[in-house]
């Protein structure tokens, strides 16, 4: 995450920054899912495999979003051929 900020930043291509927020559900989802192991799969945690479900879908949402962004934003600019 932090790499893909640092591009943005560096390439002057701001929407690369909204790739890097796009990975914050995901990375959610996978601390619930190292959580509920670290734990052994316990039964009073499956609420954390639920979570996580939503967070992925979510992360793969945003993911989406911040690509599409980042494609118009490239597709806009002068190429220097």
Same mark, same amino acid.
């Given at each position: ?9 560096? %390439? ?6 909204? =790739? ?21 799969? %316990? #039964? %009073? =945690? ?8 939503? =967070? ?15 494609? /118009? %934003?490239?597709? #806009?600019?002068? /190429?220097?051929?």
């Amino acid at each position: 995450m932090a790499l893909v900020w640092q591009y943005g930043e560096k %390439s002057g291509l701001e929407s690369w920054k909204g =790739l890097s927020w796009g990975m914050v559900p995901l990375l959610g989802g996978a601390f619930c899912a190292c959580t509920w192991h670290f734990f052994y799969n %316990s #039964e %009073s =945690l499956e609420v954390l495999v639920a979570l996580q479900a939503a =967070l992925t879908v979510i992360g793969n949402a945003t993911m989406c979003i911040a690509a599409f962004r980042i494609y /118009k %934003s490239t597709e #806009e600019r002068p /190429k220097n051929l």
